[in-house]
């Protein structure tokens, strides 16, 4: 069975490779965005580092994004800032 993602999660899981060597970058160089969560706490972006953080018992920086109140902005907000990121084709 495949875990569900998390809710904010708008972009498909790493592949295997993709995961071990963003776990060995942040190893040797530590987390280099920090993660962005929401008031409450919640990740709105970053649940990759974030795991690999804990996987390998190292603090893992957060940024309170604060004033989004809706369901609707924080997903807009976790849609920006991977488009943003990541090199994407239409594909």
Known sequence: MIDALPRYQVMPRHSPEQYEALKADIKAHGVLED?????????????TREQICNELGIVCPKRVVRGLQ????????????????????RG
Do not use: C, P, Y
Request: a negative charge; hydrophobic letters at 35%.
């Open 70 to 89: 809706t369901e609707e902005q924080k997903r807009d907000f976790a849609w920006r800032v991977n488009l943003l990121r990541r090199h994407l084709t």
């Open 35 to 47: 993660v962005d969560v929401d008031e409450e706490g919640e990740t709105l972006d970053g649940f």
